[in-house]
Nanobody, 121 residues
Framework: QVQLVESGGGLVQAGGSLRLSCAAS????????MVWFRQAPGEQRELVAG???????YYTDSMKGRIIISRDNAKNTMYLQMNSLKPEDTAVYYC???????????????WGQGTQVTVSS
């Protein structure tokens, strides 16, 4: 099947930077949209940024100007460069991808297990 694995989370001081990665593997034919979400304790999961297969991007207003989303289609990997981090950015960050696998008849959405980002003040 298909797996998404996030990495790059950790503890950082306010004002610092982190780069998250999301690697997709398995029986993949193609990947369309790839999206980063985050979920803080007691909060609903929210969209952070997304990128289409053609490279078009979109960002949540709360992080616009501080983050850059990118992807390497040859590696089936998506990245999130986060700068000027704030304590309120603390959350578990999840990747989501719409994948057409080689065995499914339609594209399906897959989730990674999440990576913790903690920003200290």
């Amino acid at each position: 099947q298909v797996q998404l694995v996030e990495s790059g989370g950790g503890l950082v001081q306010a004002g610092g930077s982190l780069r998250l990665s999301c690697a997709a593997s398995g029986s993949i034919f193609s990947i369309s949209d790839m999206v980063w979400f985050r979920q803080a304790p007691g909060e609903q999961r929210e969209l952070v940024a997304g990128i289409t297969s053609g490279g078009s991007t979109y960002y949540t207003d709360s992080m616009k100007g501080r983050i850059i989303i990118s992807r390497d289609n040859a590696k089936n990997t998506m990245y999130l460069q986060m700068n000027s981090l704030k304590p309120e950015d603390t959350a578990v960050y999840y990747c989501n991808a719409k994948v057409q696998s080689r065995i499914a008849t339609i594209p399906l959405a897959y989730w990674g297990q999440g990576t913790q980002v903690t920003v200290s003040s």
